[in-house]
Nanobody, 124 residues
Framework: QVTLVESGGGLVQAGGSLRLSCAASGRTFSNYAMGWFRQAPGKEREFVAVISWTGSTPYYADSVKGRFTISRDNAKNTVYLQMNSLKPEDTAVYYC?????????????????WGQGTQVTVSS
């Protein structure tokens, strides 16, 4: 069992930045690929970014590429999502997720564990 707890969400103006954190507890964190997803009101949950268990292979959705950076600190059992140049369309609940794989999964059904989510609101 892996428990994930997100933090760092909030209200920010367009063009601003936020850094989300996801703290993991339970099984060996370094054995898991870690992903970030988001869900806006009335929309399906969508992939944002993923990082491999070694941290060497990040992958991003086209909508956030060049603005968001995913990273992880296996010593702290934490994954981060640095979000820069935020846009109103980035407004959503952001979830982190864990999948015990050597790959970089991008589909939500591939993930075994989910956090409770943190709200990000970007005002125009």
């Amino acid at each position: 069992q892996v428990t994930l707890v997100e933090s760092g969400g909030g209200l920010v103006q367009a063009g601003g930045s936020l850094r989300l954190s996801c703290a993991a507890s339970g099984r060996t964190f370094s054995n898991y690929a870690m992903g970030w997803f988001r869900q806006a009101p009335g929309k399906e949950r969508e992939f944002v970014a993923v990082i491999s268990w070694t941290g060497s292979t990040p992958y991003y959705a086209d909508s956030v590429k060049g603005r968001f950076t995913i990273s992880r600190d296996n010593a702290k059992n934490t994954v981060y999502l640095q979000m820069n140049s935020l846009k109103p369309e980035d407004t959503a609940v952001y979830y982190c997720a864990a999948d015990r794989t050597f790959g970089i999964p991008t589909m939500s059904y591939e993930y075994d564990y989910w956090g409770q989510g943190t709200q990000v609101t970007v005002s125009s």
